[in-house]
């Protein structure tokens, strides 16, 4: 929550102080741009892309993020994952440039998205598909996968002429599934499991069709300008 009243009192700003810039002529740009906010993320992975910008207004980037115990051990260590933690995704994404600065460049976007993440888990609980009642387990192998899109707005702020901080929100859909396999000693109770902090949908097994929201902050870098 917090994280997300930051990122949007930063595009609030950004945006009032873009508007009174003036147009120039359009370049060409390749930039490499990481989402630093990904790291502390509940699902941490290191999350990192490459955006293409025609002089046409339009844009195209393709972003990666990998997690896993090896490169993402500081963060995981007081979460639920163990040792087999493992995140991976992938987002296509075309942008529509409709303003244009030496300082700044406006946007709409759309982003499509594909995650994926599994882990062996120990001595944990969940609730199985088509089920209202906690199961809980001695280990058992966790999957689970999303797709979907995001129709997007945001701002790329351009400093030192080669520094990108891209500040983003939107809304989407989601296609979500969460199985649960290998269990081992699996124990059916009688009561419903009860979330204090929050939702954790790797608790509940099955699959959902879910509102999606995208907002975030990106660093970039310009290495190539025609």
Request: aromatic residues 16%.
């Given at each position: 929550m917090k994280r997300s009243i930051l990122v949007l009192l930063l595009a609030f700003i950004v945006i009032q102080n873009c508007a009174s810039q003036e147009t120039?002529?359009?370049r060409d740009y390749l930039i490499i741009k990481a989402m630093p906010l990904s790291m502390i993320d509940y699902r941490p992975r290191l999350r990192f892309g490459l955006e293409y910008k025609a002089n046409n207004r339009l844009g195209y980037s393709i972003d990666l993020g990998i997690g896993n115990m090896y490169l993402n051990r500081w963060r995981l260590d007081g979460l639920i994952w163990g040792q087999d933690y493992s995140f991976f995704e992938i987002r296509p994404e075309l942008k529509y440039i409709f303003e244009n600065t030496q300082d700044y460049y406006l946007y709409f976007?759309?982003?499509?998205?594909?995650?994926?993440?599994?882990?062996?888990?120990?001595?944990?609980?969940?609730?199985?598909?088509?089920?209202?009642?906690?199961?809980?387990?001695?280990?058992?192998?966790?999957?689970?996968?999303?797709?979907?899109?995001?129709?997007?707005?945001?701002a790329n702020i351009i400093a030192y002429k080669r520094l990108n901080i891209d500040i983003y929100g939107g809304f989407g859909f989601a296609k979500r599934n969460i199985a649960y396999t290998d269990v081992v000693?699996?124990?059916?109770?009688?009561?419903?499991?009860?979330?204090?902090?929050?939702?954790?949908?790797?608790?509940?097994?099955?699959?959902?069709?879910?509102?999606?929201?995208?907002?975030?902050?990106?660093?970039?870098?310009?290495?190539?300008i025609q």
């Open positions: 120039y002529e359009a976007a759309l982003e499509l998205f594909y995650m994926e993440m599994s882990d062996h888990l120990l001595s944990r609980y969940y609730e199985k598909e088509n089920s209202n009642v906690k199961t809980t387990f001695e280990s058992a192998t966790l999957n689970k996968q999303k797709y979907g899109f995001h129709l997007k707005a945001g000693n699996p124990v059916t109770g009688t009561e419903a499991i009860f979330l204090e902090w929050g939702p954790q949908p790797e608790l509940f097994e099955g699959e959902s069709t879910i509102f999606h929201i995208a907002l975030g902050l990106k660093m970039g870098y310009t290495f190539w």
